[in-house]
C-alpha cells in the first residue's frame, strides 16, 4: 500500500488504523485476491532462489499460503490433502473427495480446473504401501505434466511411507522449508492488516479477561471459555489455545488451564492463541493482580520481564540479527541446556503460530539470522525462579518496519504495576 502524507507513514504499520472484517464499495480494505497472488509469488520467487522445479506441500498453512484453500484446522495437518507448485505452472490443489472437494470447487473459483482427488494413505491398516503409491502417482503426474519431474522438488514434510512411495518413482526431494519459510516471513500489506484485524481483537478479549472476567470466585476454565465465546462471535477462524494460569499455578508456569478457583490476590497470566478473520494469527499475553495491589517483590518481577521484554523489541530491526535480540534475553534453561525453553523467547508468526524464525539464547548467537522489514514477530519474556508463589509473562506482537519496530498489540500493562510503594 502507498505511503500517505497525511497519515505520515504506511496504513498497515499503524496498529490504530484496523479495517472492519466486512467487505464495502467506498474504502480499500483487505484484497484477499491480492494477497493470494502476492504470496504465490513469493512463494515462487523463493523457488527460484532455492533451485525448485516444484513444492510439494502437506502442512496445511502452506497449502493454504499457496493455493488460499482452508477448510477447517482439524485436516490441517493430517496427511489427508497436498498441493504441487510447478515452476512456471499452476498450483494443483488434491482435496479430500466428497463435499470437501465440491466445497472448494465452489470456493475457491481462482483454483478452477486446478482441483484433483487426493489420494489418503494414512491410517489405511494393511493398504497404506499402495495407498502411498497411489498417492505418489498423481503427484508425479503434475510434475510431469510440467516438465520440471527430474529437478529438485521441495518437500515441507512426510512420514516414512510417502518418502519411499515419492523417492521410488526417481524424485530428488529435498527440503522445502528453507524456500518456504522465506515466503513466509516477510508479509505482504494485506497480510500486515489481517494479522493488526486479529491483534485487535486479542486486545479486546485480553481487556475483558482482564477487567470483567478474571475475578475471585471464577474458574481459570471459565476465562478461558469467555475469551473463546468472545473470539469466535468476532469471527475468528479457530481458537488455538487460550492458556489461563492462576496463583500457584504461575510458578511453576503451567502453560494450560485448569478448573483452579482464582482467588484474591493471585497474579493470572493469560496467553492468547488464536487464529483471526483473514486467517491470521494473534499471540499475546498479559500478567495481572486479582483484586489487590502487588506487593514489592511482584513489581519487582513484573520490572524485569518487562524491561527484558522491551529490550527485546527494540532490536527488532532491519539489518539487525536474532542474535542482537537474543542478547536482551536473561539467561535462563536455554543457556543452561542448550534448548529452546520458549520462555526468553520471539517467533515469527503468521498464518501459522511457528513459522520461519526462532529465536533463542540456545543458538542465535551462534546462528544468527537477518531481521528484515515486514517480519512479524511475537516475542515473550518470562521473569521467576524457584521459590516463588508466582511467577510473571508477558509477550507482545511486533511488526519490523522501515522505521524500527511497531507494536501491534496495544493492551495496556497496568499502572499499578509501575507506580511507586
Avoid at 203 to 226: I, L, Q, T
Avoid at 406 to 413: D, W
Wanted: proline share 5%; hydrophobic share 40%; aromatic share 12%.
Amino acid at each position: 500500500m502507498a505511503y500517505h502524507e497525511f497519515l505520515q507513514g504506511y496504513h498497515e504499520y499503524q496498529p490504530r488504523r484496523v479495517f472492519s472484517t466486512t467487505a464495502t464499495d467506498w474504502q480499500a480494505r483487505v484484497d484477499f485476491g491480492r494477497m493470494r497472488r502476492d504470496r504465490l509469488a513469493r512463494a515462487r520467487e523463493q523457488m527460484e532462489r532455492h533451485d525448485l522445479g516444484a513444492l510439494v506441500l502437506f502442512v496445511g498453512e502452506n497449502v493454504r499460503y499457496v493455493t488460499g484453500v482452508w477448510q477447517g484446522n482439524w485436516k490441517n495437518n493430517i496427511f489427508i490433502r497436498y498441493c504441487v507448485l510447478p515452476r512456471n505452472g499452476k498450483p494443483v490443489l488434491f482435496e479430500t473427495v466428497g463435499s470437501d472437494m465440491v466445497c472448494a470447487q465452489i470456493d475457491a473459483p481462482w483454483m478452477e480446473g486446478e482441483i484433483r482427488p487426493a489420494i489418503t494413505w494414512k491410517w489405511a491398516e494393511g493398504a497404506e504401501p499402495e495407498m502411498a503409491q497411489r498417492m505418489a502417482q498423481s503427484v508425479y503426474e503434475v510434475l510431469r505434466e510440467n516438465g520440471v519431474h527430474k529437478e529438485r522438488v521441495g518437500i515441507d514434510i512426510m512420514d516414512m511411507m510417502a518418502y519411499q512411495a515419492l523417492t521410488g518413482l526417481g524424485l530428488n526431494i529435498v527440503n522445502a522449508w528453507p524456500a518456504m519459510s522465506a515466503a513466509r516471513v516477510i508479509k505482504t500489506p494485506d497480510e500486515l492488516e489481517c494479522l493488526k484485524i486479529a491483534a485487535a481483537h486479542g486486545d479486546a478479549a485480553m481487556w475483558m479477561a482482564m477487567h470483567e472476567w478474571a475475578k475471585p470466585g471464577v474458574r481459570e476454565s471459565e476465562v478461558c471459555a469467555k475469551v473463546n465465546e468472545y473470539l469466535y462471535r468476532s469471527g475468528f477462524d479457530f481458537v488455538y489455545d487460550i492458556i489461563v494460569a492462576s496463583g500457584g499455578n504461575t510458578s511453576p508456569y503451567r502453560r494450560w488451564h485448569t478448573d483452579k478457583i482464582i482467588r484474591q490476590g493471585d497474579l493470572v497470566i493469560v496467553d492468547i492463541n488464536a487464529i483471526g478473520p483473514g486467517g491470521y494469527f494473534i499471540d499475546f499475553v498479559r500478567c495481572w493482580k486479582v483484586a489487590a495491589k502487588p506487593t514489592p517483590k511482584e513489581k519487582d518481577l513484573y520490572k524485569r520481564c518487562y524491561d527484558s521484554l522491551y529490550a527485546g523489541i527494540e532490536a527488532l530491526r532491519p539489518g539487525a540479527t536474532t542474535a542482537d535480540v537474543a542478547a536482551r534475553f536473561p539467561e535462563y534453561d536455554d543457556d543452561k541446556y542448550g534448548s529452546v525453553s520458549l520462555q526468553q523467547f520471539a517467533h515469527s508468526i503468521g498464518l501459522s503460530l511457528y513459522e520461519g524464525m526462532w529465536i533463542s539464547r540456545a543458538y542465535s548467537f551462534k546462528h544468527p539470522a537477518e531481521i528484515k522489514q515486514n517480519m512479524y514477530f511475537a516475542i515473550e519474556t518470562f521473569s521467576g525462579f524457584p521459590g516463588l508463589e508466582q511467577t510473571v509473562r508477558l509477550e507482545e506482537n511486533v511488526c519490523v518496519t522501515d522505521q524500527g519496530p511497531v507494536r501491534f498489540t496495544l493492551c495496556e500493562h497496568p499502572d499499578y504495576w509501575f507506580s511507586e510503594p
